[in-house]
T-cell receptor, first 115, second 114 residues
Framework: GAVVSQHPSRVICKSGTSVKIECRSLDFQATTMFWYRQFPKKSLMLMATSNEGSKATYEQGVEKDKFLINHASLTLSTLTVTSAHPEDSSFYIC???????????FGPGTRLTVL | AQKVTQAQTEISVVEKEDVTLDCVYETRDTTYYLFWYKQPPSGELVFLIRRNSFDEQNEISGRYSWNFQKSTSSFNFTITASQVVDSAVYFCALTLTGANNLFFGTGTRLTVIP
């Protein structure tokens, strides 16, 4: 399967700062990518879907001005949590989709802690 | 709307016991894919299996087996002779053909006691 990396794996920041999380596809080009958020002991919740070169489509309840997604190339997508607050502390996971078998390849996740 | 239900929140078994994780799904589409993922403490999702809606054959892979029953909309996962390394959270998920986004169940936390 495809290899997806995320950076950083862990980040601790102060309330009010912005944090950027990178998601890279290392061995294939992906036109569609997904960002998920997972709270402790909870399931993965889809935040947004983006296609390369287009604006992201956000799920209901996800603030697009707070969670900025940039899918500038077929191998790189970024999620920026702007003016982070403690309630944004979560595990963020990206994935790249492929129309073949509708499979997704997940990154290892980024654990964000906002103090 | 699509929905995946994993009624078992937590399960504990003693090593070498068999354990079955339940998954029930809802969709009005006739074409869809079902998945199982393992999430160990590290957090990274590990792909276990994908099954399309037209293939009801059960599958066995080593100690893992899956039972897909469209009549009951279930896709259950059995681990035979469980091991401590099987301890993780297991997610069942569904996606529609061409849609790509996954609908996850709430997960089942499996603890295998040595």
């Amino acid at each position: 399967g495809a290899v997806v990396s995320q950076h950083p794996s862990r980040v601790i920041c102060k309330s009010g700062t912005s944090v950027k999380i990178e998601c890279r596809s290392l061995d294939f080009q992906a036109t569609t990518m997904f960002w998920y958020r997972q709270f402790p002991k909870k399931s993965l919740m889809l935040m947004a879907t983006s296609n390369e070169g287009s604006k992201a489509t956000y799920e209901q309840g996800v603030e697009k001005d707070k969670f900025l997604i940039n899918h500038a190339s077929l191998t790189l997508s970024t999620l920026t949590v702007t003016s982070a607050h403690p309630e944004d502390s979560s595990f963020y996971i990206c994935s790249y989709g492929t129309s073949v078998y509708n499979e997704q390849f997940f990154g290892p996740g980024t654990r964000l802690t906002v103090l | 709307a699509q929905k995946v239900t994993q009624a078992q929140t937590e399960i504990s078994v003693v090593e070498k016991e068999d354990v079955t994780l339940d998954c029930v799904y809802e969709t009005r589409d006739t074409t869809y894919y079902l998945f199982w993922y393992k999430q160990p403490p590290s957090g990274e999702l590990v792909f276990l299996i994908r099954r399309n809606s037209f293939d009801e054959q059960n599958e066995i892979s080593g100690r893992y087996s899956w039972n897909f029953q469209k009549s009951t909309s279930s896709f259950n996962f059995t681990i035979t002779a469980s091991q401590v390394v099987d301890s993780a959270v297991y997610f069942c998920a569904l996606t529609l053909t061409g849609a790509n986004n996954l609908f996850f169940g709430t997960g089942t936390r499996l603890t295998v006691i040595p």
